[in-house]
């Protein structure tokens, strides 16, 4: 089951983050910035879109920040991950915000944006981590998915027309 932001302590307020802090320290996190989060700096504020997409818009965020003259950066996944064979063919770097949340504070925690990924992009995200460390990891789950797609692939004959 996934409780969302169940455990977390938040502060909330109905003012807008534009009033709250300097414009030049907000960094508007989204997965279409063309710029990498390298780092998490103390001093920048890192704002998520508050969105759950039932499907996924494109640069909702990345406009929105772009109209309030923000700057942006988009996670580190494909620096550091990459794309795993699956049956679905599906590969996305569009997080849940809970899931973006928890990169952001193990990166904090850790330093380590291999840890961050690994504790934050479920596997239906269609990525593994590149890591040498990670390889016969990947190696492993890159056969199982082979072995999945086929099995997928049988599914599909067997399915009725
Ligand atoms: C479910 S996503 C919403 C995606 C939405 N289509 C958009 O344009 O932002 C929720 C939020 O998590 C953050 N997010 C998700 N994936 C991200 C990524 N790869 N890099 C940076 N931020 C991400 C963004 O702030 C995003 O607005």
């Known amino acids: ?14 003012e807008s983050y534009l009033d709250l802090f300097p414009l030049e320290t907000i960094v508007y996190l989204t997965p279409d910035s ?12 890192y704002v998520l879109g508050g969105l759950v997409d039932e499907s996924i818009h494109k640069q909702l965020t ?36 809970n899931q973006v949340f928890d990169i952001l504070a193990t990166y904090y925690e850790t330093q380590s944006w291999p840890a961050a990924l690994r504790a934050g992009v479920s596997s239906g995200k269609g990525y593994v981590l590149r890591d040498p460390a990670e390889q016969a990891e990947t190696a492993q789950r890159a056969t199982a998915a082979q072995g999945n ?3 997928c692939a049988e599914e599909l004959q067997e399915a009725p027309a």
């Not at 996934?2 to 307020?13: E, H, P, Q, S």
């Not at 920040?65 to 599906?90: D, K, S």
């Open 1 to 14: 089951m996934n409780d969302g932001f169940a455990g977390y302590l938040m502060d909330t307020t109905p």
């Open 34 to 45: 063309e710029n990498v989060l390298e780092d998490i700096d103390p001093s920048k504020v």
């Open 62 to 97: 990345l406009r929105r920040a772009r109209e309030q003259g923000l700057r942006t950066a988009r996670l580190p996944i494909r620096e550091f991950m990459v794309r795993a064979p699956n049956c679905r063919n599906y590969h996305s770097e569009t997080l849940a915000i």
């Open 149 to 151: 797609a086929l099995l």
